[in-house]
Nanobody
Framework: QVQLVESGGGVVQAGGSLRLSCAAS????????AGWFRQAPGKERDFVAA????????TSSDSVKGRFTISRDNAKNTVYLQMDSLKPEDTAVYYC????????????????????WGQGTQVTVSS
C-alpha cells in the first residue's frame, strides 16, 4: 500500500510561485502514474495535472496550462507541481494521487482511476 505525503503549500500573493512535493513510500513507485488534483471549499475535486510512470508524458487542465508544471524524480519517489503566476482562483487544497498504469507512457486524468491519495496541502493565493 503506497502512502503519499504532500508538502510545500502555503500563502502566497497573486503572481507568486510555489512548488508542491509528494513523497511516496512505495519503493516501486515507477509502476504508478501520478497526478495532482485540487478542491476548493464547496466544490468538487478537480484534475490539475498528470504524469506518466516514466515522466516523459504530461498533461494539465486548461485552467493551469502554461502556469503549472508537473514532474517526477523516480529515484527519490517524488512528484512535484511547480506553480507559477498564481491567481486567487488557484486557492484550494491540493492532493497528490497515484494509480497503477500498464504502460510507462500512460498518464491518468480521471480521479476515479486513482486508488492512492495523499492528505492534501493548502494553497492560498491572496489578491
Amino acid at each position: 500500500q503506497v502512502q503519499l505525503v504532500e508538502s510545500g503549500g502555503g500563502v502566497v500573493q497573486a503572481g507568486g510561485s510555489l512548488r508542491l512535493s509528494c513523497a511516496a513510500s512505495e519503493l516501486t513507485f515507477t509502476i504508478y502514474a501520478a497526478g495532482w488534483f485540487r478542491q476548493a471549499p464547496g466544490k468538487e475535486r478537480d484534475f490539475v495535472a498528470a504524469i506518466s510512470r516514466n515522466g516523459l508524458r504530461t498533461t494539465s487542465s486548461d485552467s493551469v496550462k502554461g502556469r503549472f508544471t508537473i514532474s517526477r524524480d523516480n529515484a527519490k519517489n517524488t512528484v512535484y507541481l511547480q506553480m507559477d503566476s498564481l491567481k486567487p482562483e488557484d486557492t484550494a487544497v491540493y492532493y497528490c494521487a497515484a494509480g497503477r498504469a500498464a504502460s510507462s507512457y500512460l498518464y491518468i486524468r480521471e480521479k476515479e482511476k486513482y486508488n492512492h491519495w495523499g492528505q492534501g496541502t493548502q494553497v492560498t493565493v491572496s489578491s
